[in-house]
Every structure is written in C-alpha cells, then in structure tokens.
C-alpha cells in the first residue's frame, strides 16, 4: 500500500524558533496533502491543504503566516511552524489520497514541544 | 454542514469479547465514511470504508461496519477483541479522492481491552 511518512517523529525547540516538519509520499505520487493538528484526546483538525506548486488552502482560523506550507514536489510538503510559541506544541499529522484517490494515507505524525 | 458524533468516548471491554463502536453522522447527500484506529504517538490506519453498495463492508483486522442510512449510523465491530485492538478510533464522513482530506472526523473512542 501507499505510504507517507513524517520527519521528525517529535522535535523540542526553544520559543521563537521555527521549526520545519516534512511529509513525504514515498512510493505514489501526491498532488495534495493535507495538515493537520491534533490535542491530546481529541480529534484531527484540518489546519491547511498542500497543493503541488501553488499555494496552500488554509482553514479557518488557522494563521497562514504562523504555518508556512510549502508542497514543492510531488512527493513531498513541509510546514513550518514560525516563531514557535508553547502555545504551538502539538501533534501534527499529514495525509494524502492515495493513488486510487479513495482513501487517505497519514503519516506516523511530529509531535512538537516549545520550551 | 456535515459531521460524525462518536457517542462513546472510552469503552473497556475484555480480551475474546465482542466490540461495537458506534458513529453517527450528518451529510447532506450519500456518504463516504470511514474509520480509522490510531495507537499512541502514531498516524492514522484506515481499517474500512464504504462508498456504496452492500452496506456491511469488512476491513483489516478482523473488522466490519454496517452503513444503515435510515439510522445515520455506521458502526464498527468485530466479534472478538484482541489485547492489540486498544486503541483510539476515529469515524469520519465526507469527501473522497483528492478531498478526502477534508472528511470530518468524530471525537474518538478510546478502546481499553482487559485481560
């Protein structure tokens, strides 16, 4: 089956880093993914979905310029959490369709944590 | 607006004992609903999906949901949970294909299996 896969699996930083996660589709191509971030014992929220060379289609809600997204190739897409806050600390999990277009494919998720 | 209501949010039952989680939801025309089981610290795992016809579909593991329309239900089981099963699990609805990142997905239900 398609597989996606996350880097890094969780990172520390200190407040106001920034702080880059990558999503890879490693054996299909992926024209979209999709960002999400989860609190412990709650559901996914859907923050941003990546389009392959043009911009991101953010959520309500969510800060475009706190989550940079970035889908530069077809097989992968990163996001970047700016000037990091603790506020930011969470799970954040990427998906994308697989190559059948029927189901989605995440990734194993980041978990962050800012000091 | 669509969105999936997950009545239970912690269920314990014993090893060798069977298993229902329930899931109900809104949409506003025929669904596409899935569920999902994720162990701690990990991405999602599609367990089944149904998209259409006969309306009990079968997943990995052991597992099978029946889609019922007239109950806007479509809950999971399996006939004898192994200690391996405990786990959150996740029932979405929605969007298919390259939007299928933007499904809605219920609160969790956290799965406890006892020996």
């Known amino acids: 089956g398609a597989v996606v896969s996350q880097h890094p699996s969780w990172v520390i930083c200190k407040s106001g880093t920034s702080v880059k996660i990558e999503c890879r589709s490693l054996d299909f191509q992926a024209t979209t993914m999709f960002w999400y971030r989860q609190f412990p014992k709650q559901s996914l929220m859907l923050m941003a979905t990546s389009n392959e060379g043009s911009k991101a289609t953010y959520e309500q809600g969510v800060e475009k310029d706190k989550f940079l997204i970035n889908h530069a190739s077809l097989t992968l897409s990163t996001l970047t959490v700016t000037s990091a806050h603790p506020e930011d600390s969470s799970f954040y999990i990427c998906?994308?369709?697989?190559?059948?277009?029927?189901?989605?494919?995440f990734g194993e998720g980041s978990r962050l944590t800012v000091l | 607006a669509q969105s999936v209501t997950q009545p239970d949010i912690h269920i314990t039952v014993s090893e060798g004992a069977s298993l229902e989680l329930r899931c109900n939801y809104s949409y506003g025309a025929t669904p596409y609903l899935f569920w999902y089981v994720q162990s701690p610290g990990q991405g999602l795992q599609l367990l089944l999906k149904?998209?259409?016809?006969?309306?009990l579909v079968q997943g990995i593991k052991g597992f099978e949901a029946e889609f019922k329309r007239s109950q806007s239900s479509f809950n999971l089981r399996k006939p004898s949970v192994h200690w391996s099963d405990a786990a959150e699990y996740f029932c979405?609805?929605?969007?298919?294909?390259?939007?299928?990142?933007?499904?809605?997905f219920g609160d969790g239900t956290t799965l406890t299996v006892k020996p």
């Open positions: 149904y998209f259409s016809g006969d309306t």
């Open positions: 979405a609805v929605g969007a298919h294909g390259t939007n299928a990142g933007k499904s809605t």
């Open positions: 998906s994308a369709p697989g190559p059948g277009g029927g189901e989605l494919f």
